[in-house]
């Protein structure tokens, strides 16, 4: 299928909004989305104030991408004025789980009701995040089925409350006698503790419904062209669009070029496999900015061969055969020579060897 039947697109949408807050970078696991979602805050960072990247993946990678140590609290990554990341996990952290307190029952509220623990640690971190003025933010976030529950959480928290609810209703001040009997005060009852969830429940709603404004949130889709990528980046553009979340932007990585000095038979019946699944995404979201990147020889990591790999963010990745240039030609017949020559030696050593048999 011919180039030019499909605009190529770039991330440049992304940075001209200036209305974004939020930015999710989401797809199936081991597509590069902590790669292409660090570059992304690099770029923001070129045009925004204040830019924070969020890893919410358990297998935190962003340290590796710019090869920097973060916690969860916003750290300035080296060589940047504006630009901070952090790494937080989906679940109770540790210093929640104390047995004592209203901790305490909120732990055993968590191990209760399913889901409902990541649920309270996200409204916890955007309640932090809140509290910062950052521009812009972007999430670096874990595989699809983490980001889809991720988005399901005001529902999980409203699951919760219910529950509790019905509890309460169901056991009248039973809670209450026993808080007392075991010497805790008012701020451990059940009204304290629905008063927690009611809060954190409270600042979920609120920016889930920033969340659903697409002057606000965009979610870029990272996928490699492979049948499985294909079919998990159609599921997560099913559910964004069933939670009415913004998605415009789809990066497809790992791509194999036809470059001028492929001779390889495994990378060439590569290219035709990436090819057609190429195809199949061009077909299925033509109304989307679609952009490829290159498969690289080595990994990106660091902020200058993040900074390096940007490039390819702003304009098309052009294969050596798009060229065509003078020096191209020559370096191809200087490899074809090479090849040539280190083939010869070969022959050469394989007729001695059987000369000697």
């Known amino acids: 299928m011919e180039d030019q039947e499909f605009p190529?697109?770039?991330?440049?949408?992304?940075?001209?909004?200036?209305?974004?807050?939020?930015?999710?970078?989401?797809?199936?696991?081991?597509?590069?989305?902590?790669?292409?979602?660090?570059?992304?805050?690099?770029?923001?960072?070129?045009?925004?104030?204040?830019?924070?990247?969020i890893s919410t993946d358990p297998a935190h990678n962003?340290?590796?991408?710019?090869?920097?140590?973060?916690?969860?609290?916003?750290?300035?990554?080296?060589?940047?004025?504006?630009?901070?990341?952090?790494?937080?996990?989906?679940?109770?952290?540790?210093?929640?789980?104390?047995?004592?307190?209203?901790?305490?029952?909120?732990?055993?509220?968590?191990?209760?009701?399913?889901?409902?623990?990541e649920a309270m640690s996200f409204a916890e971190m955007l309640k932090l995040v809140q509290t910062m003025d950052y521009s812009v933010i972007v999430f670096d976030t874990a595989p699809t089925g983490h980001t889809l529950r991720l988005l399901q959480?005001?529902?999980t928290l409203e699951k919760g409350l219910n529950k509790m609810m019905s509890l309460k209703n169901k056991f009248g001040g039973l809670m209450s006698q026993m808080t007392r009997m075991f010497g805790m005060n008012d701020d451990f009852g059940e009204d304290a503790l629905l008063g927690r969830l009611e809060g954190m429940k409270d600042v979920i709603e609120r920016v889930n419904k920033q969340f659903k404004d697409p002057d606000l949130t965009t979610f870029v889709c990272v996928c490699i062209p492979e049948f499985l990528s294909l079919y998990e980046t159609e599921r997560l553009v099913q559910e964004l669009t069933k939670f009415e979340i913004d998605t415009h932007n789809i990066i497809i990585n790992q791509v194999l070029f036809d470059e001028e000095d492929v001779e390889?038979?495994?990378?060439?019946?590569?290219?035709?496999?990436?090819?057609?699944?190429?195809?199949?995404?061009?077909?299925?979201?033509?109304?989307?900015?679609?952009?490829?990147?290159?498969?690289?020889?080595?990994e990106v990591t660091g902020v200058e061969a993040l900074k390096s790999f940007s490039q390819?963010?702003?304009?098309?990745?052009?294969?050596?055969?798009?060229?065509?240039?003078?020096?191209?030609?020559?370096?191809?017949?200087?490899?074809?020579?090479?090849?040539l020559e280190e083939a010869e030696e070969e022959l050469e050593r394989v007729r001695k060897g059987k000369q000697k048999a």
């Open 312 to 339: 390819h963010f702003m304009t098309p990745y052009q294969p050596l055969t798009s060229r065509g240039s003078v020096e191209e030609l020559e370096r191809r017949i200087s490899n074809l020579k090479k090849t």
């Open 264 to 298: 390889s038979k495994l990378l060439r019946a590569r290219m035709r496999m990436q090819q057609k699944y190429l195809d199949q995404f061009y077909m299925l979201y033509d109304d989307f900015n679609i952009t490829k990147l290159p498969l690289l020889p080595q």
């Open 153 to 155: 959480f005001p529902s």
């Open 8 to 53: 190529e697109g770039s991330v440049k949408n992304i940075l001209e909004q200036d209305s974004l807050k939020w930015v999710f970078v989401g797809g199936k696991g081991g597509v590069g989305k902590t790669t292409c979602s660090s570059i992304l805050s690099i770029l923001l960072a070129e045009v925004r104030p204040s830019v924070l990247i």
């Open 62 to 117: 962003l340290g590796d991408a710019f090869q920097q140590r973060f916690t969860k609290t916003p750290t300035l990554v080296n060589g940047f004025s504006n630009l901070y990341a952090m790494e937080v996990d989906p679940a109770v952290e540790e210093d929640m789980g104390s047995s004592d307190g209203m901790d305490g029952l909120i732990s055993e509220l968590a191990n209760a009701i399913p889901g409902i623990d």
